[in-house]
Structure formats: structure tokens, C-alpha cells
């Protein structure tokens, strides 16, 4: 399981590299970018170049040029479907805490449906759920969820339907695949143990940072092949996180001959009921831009994912440098599609999906509405 060799091997080896003083040179650069297979090494080397412009572009124009060669001018968009806002953690970056007081909002069959509905009627084929950790939400309701999205899009046709909900044990995860689940997205908040106990109170379950760094493996042994992975930006030094992703993706190929599917890209922002209400370490818009350049260099199947957290020509950037999945009409309220719009997880940037769609076009892309594989 990755949460003992995480501990055993790549935690130190995470904290060792960071501790050398590397003096990057462009030609250890040019040779490093050759490579198809990247070690630990290697990839601090190219996270080293955000200190030198000449050769952090360098890295970004490398990037950009094998993700228009494997994906041309295509982009392909997926929106959230965000079903519960109740939660049982208390996580003191997430307004959805249950120490925040405020109304909680759980949607129902009928409720489910209309927001398909709107979602499908758009022209939209792949539809993530997003839930919190809410303790009336069953593994059985949401086997049920995932099978209600599923037949919605058989129906014209077919898509995918993805999870991002808390971590489950290996049965529930088969359950879920037994129900149409196509891909899981877990985001690991952040790698550093230290600061994931600060972050989740004891008493909760999502405290348990070994369970969740476990959970893809429980999700390949019951028969998923698709694993989506992140670190929540500014929670940690961004340096240690991204050599930690990416130990994580490189487990994954090595444990299972699988890499991970999506690579999300969040960043932590501010939302009313936060205990915290300043960025605890800083993870700058050029950091991010080269950081989303590596994962497409070390991972160069996997998708990376830009969402409306980030303004749009932030984002734009950022897909040039090796991007693949975009978000454009975003609700991160539960029910926000059709519903009410409060309550958010997080503010959002947005444009209407026409908008969002010309706006693309005119920046030389074609936007498809289903996912590559």
C-alpha cells in the first residue's frame, strides 16, 4: 500500500532532495527533457528552473509542444456536479466544516436528475459528483447517484461518469464501479503529515492520512482503472508537494501499470467559514504555470485539469504549458445548476458555456464535450 512506502522511502527521499543545492545548468535541462522517464532527481531539477526565466520557459515550451502533439487543438470540458454539502470533518480550510453552522443542502433523486438534465442539454457527455463527507449519504445512495447519471447519459448516446467523494473501502469502490463509475478523483489536501494533522482534527474521519493515501489502491484492487490525483495548492511548500504527487503517480505505474488519469490543479482560496483566512504558504501564478508544464512532462497520458478557481486567462496559460480538461460554467453549490446558487465550496470564476466555448475558439482551440478515453 503507498501510505507505508510513502513513509518508508519516499517521504525521506522527498526531504533529502530538497535539502541539496542544485545549480541547474540549460544543457542538464535540454538532457533531463529528453528523457521519457523521470526520476526523483530530475524532477526537482526541473521544478529548480522557476528561478531562472530562460530556462522555466524552456520547460513550459517543451511541454507545450508534446501536448500539441498528442492533442492538437483539442480541449475537452467537464463540469462538477455538486450533490451534498453536509460534512462530518472538520477540515479548517473547507467552509463545508461541520463546526460552520450555516444551512446544509442535500440534493434527492428528482433533485439529481433536473441538474442532469440542464448538464446533458448543454452538450455535456462527462459529469463529475462531488460530495462531502455527509454521513445520510450512503454507499448505496450514491451507487444510485452514479447509476442515475449513467443511464441519463446512455440515453443520448453515452459518457462518463466520475467521483469525487470521500475515500472508501475496497467493496464500496466495487459497488460503484458495478454502477457505471468510469473515473474517482481524491485530492490528497496535502502530503505533508505534519500539516494533514494540523489541517483535520482528530476526531474525524478524514484524519487518517494513511487511509486516504491508500485509497487508490483499494479503487485498482476492485477493478478501477482510472485514478485521479492532486495536492491543494498553499496548504504546503508547493516544492515538497509536487516531488510527493509525483512519487505517488510514479507508485501507481510501478504497483499497477496504471498512471494517473487526471492531475487536478487546485488552488486553496478563501470562502466564508474558513478557520484559516490567509494563504499559509505562498504558491505563486508562475509557479503554477510551471508546475502544470512538469505534470505533462513526467505523466504525459494524464490529464491535467484547470478550473474555474483560477481566472480564465490564468487558465488559458496554463493549458498552452500541457493542459487537456477545462471547466467553464461552474457551480460549486449544491444544486447550483438549477437550484440555488449559495453556499459555494469556493468562488469560482465563470463564463456561460457559449461564451466560454467562442472564447476558446478564438484562442485557436476545439472544445469537445466527452473525454479522450
Known amino acids: 500500500m503507498f501510505s507505508k512506502i510513502f513513509k518508508e522511502k519516499y517521504y525521506p527521499e522527498i526531504q533529502n532532495t530538497l535539502k541539496q543545492k542544485v545549480v541547474i545548468t540549460e544543457q542538464q535541462v535540454d538532457n533531463i527533457l529528453q528523457k521519457e522517464k523521470f526520476e526523483l532527481k530530475d524532477i526537482y531539477s526541473l521544478i529548480q528552473t522557476y528561478d531562472n526565466p530562460k530556462l522555466k520557459e524552456l520547460v513550459i515550451k517543451t511541454a507545450s509542444e508534446k501536448r500539441e502533439k498528442q492533442w492538437h487543438n483539442k480541449l475537452f470540458l467537464v463540469p462538477p456536479l455538486y450533490v ?41 457527455r462527462t459529469i463529475e459528483l462531488v460530495g462531502a463527507s455527509d454521513p445520510t449519504f450512503t454507499s448505496e445512495k450514491t451507487a444510485k447517484f452514479i447509476s442515475i447519471v449513467k443511464q441519463k447519459l446512455n440515453e443520448v448516446g453515452g459518457g462518463e461518469v466520475g467521483l469525487n467523494f470521500e475515500s472508501a473501502k475496497e467493496e464500496v469502490y466495487k459497488l460503484y464501479i458495478d454502477s457505471g463509475l468510469h473515473f474517482m478523483l481524491l485530492w490528497q489536501e496535502t502530503y505533508h503529515p505534519e500539516t494533514y494533522k494540523k489541517l483535520h482534527p482528530a476526531n474525524t474521519q478524514k484524519a487518517n492520512m494513511d487511509y486516504r493515501l491508500d485509497a487508490f489502491d483499494r479503487a485498482i484492487q476492485a477493478g478501477l482503472k482510472k485514478v485521479s490525483i492532486a495536492f491543494l495548492g498553499r496548504l504546503y511548500d508547493w516544492k515538497y508537494e509536487v516531488l510527493a504527487l509525483c512519487t505517488h503517480g510514479k507508485y501507481l505505474e510501478e504497483q499497477y501499470g496504471i498512471s494517473p488519469f487526471i492531475i487536478g490543479t487546485p488552488r486553496w482560496r478563501y470562502a466564508e467559514g474558513c478557520v484559516i483566512r490567509n494563504d499559509p504558504y505562498d504558491y505563486p501564478d508562475d509557479a503554477w504555470l510551471l508546475v502544470a508544464a512538469i505534470y505533462k512532462l513526467v505523466f504525459p497520458n494524464s490529464l491535467p485539469w484547470f478550473s474555474t478557481r483560477e481566472k480564465f486567462e490564468l487558465s488559458a496559460r496554463a493549458i498552452g504549458g500541457g493542459g487537456a480538461l477545462f471547466t467553464l460554467d461552474c457551480s460549486t453549490a449544491v444544486g447550483g445548476y438549477t437550484i440555488e446558487k449559495n453556499f459555494s465550496q469556493f468562488p469560482v470564476y465563470s463564463k456561460s458555456l457559449s461564451e466560454g466555448v467562442e472564447w476558446l475558439k478564438s484562442l485557436g482551440y476545439n472544445p469537445e464535450m466527452h473525454l479522450p478515453y
Open 84 to 124: 451534498t454539502d453536509r460534512c462530518i470533518n472538520d477540515c479548517l480550510y473547507c467552509p463545508w466544516r461541520k463546526s460552520n453552522l450555516l444551512q446544509r443542502r442535500s440534493l434527492n433523486e428528482e433533485q439529481l436528475q433536473k441538474e442532469i438534465d440542464f448538464l446533458i442539454k448543454q452538450g455535456y
